[in-house]
């Protein structure tokens, strides 16, 4: 069976037109954040990145479009999903060096199922579900739930199977609430350091909404407080250097 005939889906193109992606025309949707964390991941060509949460398989598509070489595996829980993110990723060119797998990432064996060694990964990107059910209202439809609704248990352990993967230096990217910063800390302590906290703001003068962090298997427990970037102008249209990100693809590194 393939994605169309699970789907009811559109066809939408990001960075600027660069890439085309179809996507559940309900449900779970890709938006900003999903490229936001694509440009603030560090790679290179001949590496191999790792995309948890992978949805349709907008942020690892927008990185490997960025670094020619890279290979980039995408993992994503629903099948449905997965198989739309393989879809895209020939869609647009990229099928000989970006692979997606059906898979959930805290279940044991996760590096097998994905064809990589444990701790060889250069770097792991990942968007996980932030929302709290006990906080935020959910949305009905269960596939968005799945993909946006976690509990205190899911970073820490997104965290946790990253770390397996990854190599010695190798690099966690992730996007996450900008009022969650302590569960940030709390689950990078120990395993990751290094680490580099960027803060996305909607507009001048407003609290931000999300925070992009970095961080470096195995090194010191330092952290740098990276430059901001604000979305949008006073006027309410998109600022330039959002406009550099989101149309045109400049990493945030």
């Not at 993992?75 to 999903?81: K, R, S, V, W």
């Not at 044991?108 to 906080?135: E, I, K, Q, T, Y």
């Not at 249209?237 to 693809?249: F, I, K, M, Q």
Request: hydrophobic residues 50%; positive net charge; proline residues 7%.
């Amino acid at each position: 069976m393939t994605a169309p005939d699970i789907f009811e889906t559109t066809e939408d193109r990001v960075l600027g037109g660069r890439l085309t992606l179809r996507q559940p025309k309900r449900g779970h949707r890709f938006g900003h954040d999903a490229i936001l964390l694509a440009a603030a991941t560090p790679a290179s060509g001949g590496e191999t990145a790792v995309e948890f949460g992978a949805g349709v398989g907008a942020a690892g598509l927008a990185l490997a479009h960025r670094v020619p070489g890279l290979h980039v595996v995408l993992a994503e829980i629903d099948p449905g999903l997965a198989q739309l993110a393989r879809d895209n990723a020939a869609r647009n060119g990229m099928a000989d060096r970006v692979r997606a797998v059906a898979c959930d990432v805290t279940a044991p064996g996760l590096a097998a199922r994905l064809g990589v060694a444990p701790a060889s990964v250069d770097a792991v990107l990942m968007n996980p579900p932030f929302n709290d059910a006990a906080r935020q209202n959910v949305s009905p439809d269960a596939a968005r739930r799945r993909a946006h609704v976690g509990d205190a248990a899911t970073l820490p352990r997104w965290v946790a199977a990253a770390a397996g993967l990854l190599r010695p230096r190798g690099t966690l990217t992730l996007i996450w609430r900008a009022d969650g910063l302590d569960a940030v800390h709390a689950a990078l302590s120990g395993a990751f350091g290094d680490l580099g906290l960027r803060e996305v703001y909607p507009g001048p003068g407003r609290p931000a909404i999300r925070v992009l962090a970095r961080a470096v298997k195995g090194a010191a427990a330092v952290t740098a407080a990276l430059p901001g970037l604000t979305l949008a102008g006073e006027d309410g249209r998109p600022s330039e250097a959002a406009e550099a990100v989101l149309r045109h693809g400049v990493a945030l590194i």
